[in-house]
């Protein structure tokens, strides 16, 4: 078991050290991802632990993975995307669209995105910011390499979406993995960012934040909240994930446009 006192006092020093805040984030989902991190190195204080963080600036970066667990999927929940490329999408005026997706994870999310794009011919059109706060998953998105395996297993999802169509149009398929044809990430850029911490410049038709407000208290919610709302376009669209709730604050910032795939729009503010 890990005390609060233990938990705030090396999220402390964290931040101390490399300048990342963890304070506020959801204090069960971090416990959690100590023990894990604990578990996986066979320590039995969390004094080793912290003595381990403190020191190693690569342990460290490894350690965000454990603490921010990354879970994305290729059409993860396959109707969100069938409602962006029925009605979200056609809706938008600007047909030169900007995209961020926030807390991109594995990168799997954003190739969907683009393959949504195709099917609309406006994949050529659009531009795409993926971010996400570790370098480990952020890498792997860049590389677009994913298992067999792990693959095999968005297959239902896909033939959701796509039910006459086959991975491998979309796959360059190895012996043991595959990588998303080139042209799904041309017009992609992947960036290190902190959430909770940094500003964002630019302003997107749509922003993705899915899974990821799930690991903030409510202090968090309010910030994030009021970075993804400055950042979308007069009527822009923000998508939560299944797991995320949207706060009382966040319900006048945002507006329900579809409740089941948890799509909302933008509410303008006076000037």
Not at 27 to 42: A, E, F, H, P
Not at 249 to 269: A, E, H, L, N, P
């Amino acid at each position: 078991m890990i005390s609060d006192e233990e938990l705030t006092a090396l999220m402390q020093a964290i931040n101390n050290r490399y300048g990342l805040d963890f304070t506020n984030y959801e204090r069960t989902s971090l416990k959690r991802g100590i023990v894990r991190l604990m578990m996986k190195n066979k320590m039995e204080s969390i004094i080793e632990l912290w003595s381990l963080v403190l020191k190693d600036n690569e342990f460290f970066q490894l350690t965000i993975d454990e603490l921010l667990v990354n879970l994305t999927e290729l059409f993860r929940n396959p109707d969100v995307w069938i409602k962006l490329r029925e009605m979200v999408i056609p809706e938008i005026e600007n047909k030169s669209l900007n995209i961020w997706h926030a807390g991109c994870s594995t990168g799997e999310e954003v190739y969907t995105m683009n393959i949504v794009l195709e099917t609309l011919n406006l994949l050529n059109k659009s531009k795409l910011l993926a971010t996400d706060l570790s370098k480990k998953a952020l890498n792997k998105a860049k590389k677009g390499e994913y298992s067999l395996v792990t693959l095999k297993q968005y297959l239902v999802p896909f033939l959701k979406f796509f039910p006459n169509r086959e991975m491998s149009d979309y796959f360059d398929f190895h012996d043991k993995h595959a990588n998303i044809k080139s042209k799904y990430a041309t017009n992609v850029t992947f960036k290190r960012h902190n959430l909770v911490m940094d500003k964002m410049d630019g302003k997107y038709d749509i922003i993705f934040c899915r899974n990821v407000m799930i690991y903030f208290d409510d202090s968090l919610k309010k910030r994030v909240l009021d970075l993804l709302h400055s950042s979308l376009k007069d009527n822009g669209y923000l998508i939560i994930g299944y797991y995320d709730i949207m706060p009382d604050y966040g319900k006048t910032k945002f507006s329900i446009y579809d409740v089941r795939t948890r799509i909302y729009k933008k509410i303008s503010q006076p000037k």
